[in-house]
């Protein structure tokens, strides 16, 4: 009975495993949808005075001008004024609105875009405490010294766009350069799941279960 029992919930978390996802997907999807209509809202309301077409195809409009405005303050920013006058205006908001640069950054992460975007650079698996350390962490290298040593950063689970900064000797860090920092960035996020792929495109030294210069 007890081997029925565990068959039947090993089954249920399998058929949870595959569907959940899905569910939370077409949740998202739903949210997004209902975001950009409430967002266009407004516009709608005023193209529907004028132009008097349906309503799906005023939504399409409203979201064709909300991608444009998109792409045209994107233009903008790329000028050097539009960055002086972005970059005061974010300064402004983030003393009003603490949380602003916490959606920021996660967006930003997630977008892959931006010149302050912490999360660029080399991927490297680094030994906090010493390079004999059984112990490693991934982490993103953000500064090399004259000296050899490295500035890294090590994400944590599951935001990758918070973490530590360390400095350390150029003895503890291993660049990987096989790995993506989106894969790296990936594993972080899922909590190391698929940290064996990851590392089996990595060349590593016999007997170690991780790549480490000695």
């Not at 996660?106 to 010493?130: C, F, H, I, P, S």
């Amino acid at each position: 009975m007890s081997r029925l029992r565990s068959l039947l919930f090993t089954t249920l978390l399998g058929g949870l495993a595959v569907i959940l996802p899905l569910l939370l997907f077409v949740a998202l999807v739903r949210w997004l949808v209902g975001l950009l209509r409430s967002l266009a809202e407004p516009l709608t309301g005023l193209l529907a005075d004028h132009i008097g077409a349906a309503a799906p195809l005023l939504f399409l409009i409203t979201v064709a001008a909300l991608v444009a405005a998109c792409f045209v303050t994107g233009l903008v920013v790329r000028t050097r004024f539009g960055a002086l006058l972005h970059e005061h205006f974010e300064t402004w908001l983030g003393r009003i609105a603490p949380g602003y640069r916490m959606v920021r950054d996660t967006v930003v992460q997630l977008l892959g875009t931006g010149d302050r975007n912490a999360l660029r650079g080399e991927v490297a698996l680094v030994r906090l405490y010493g390079a004999q350390a059984p112990a490693a962490q991934i982490a993103i290298v953000t500064a090399r010294h004259a000296g050899g040593g490295f500035t890294v950063y090590v994400p944590t689970a599951p935001l990758p766009t918070q973490g530590f900064v360390y400095h350390l000797p150029g003895e503890c860090v291993q660049l990987l350069p096989q790995v993506r920092i989106e894969v790296a960035m990936r594993m972080v996020f899922a909590c190391g799941a698929g940290a064996a792929e990851m590392f089996a495109n990595v060349s590593t030294e016999e007997g170690q279960p991780f790549p480490i210069k000695r």
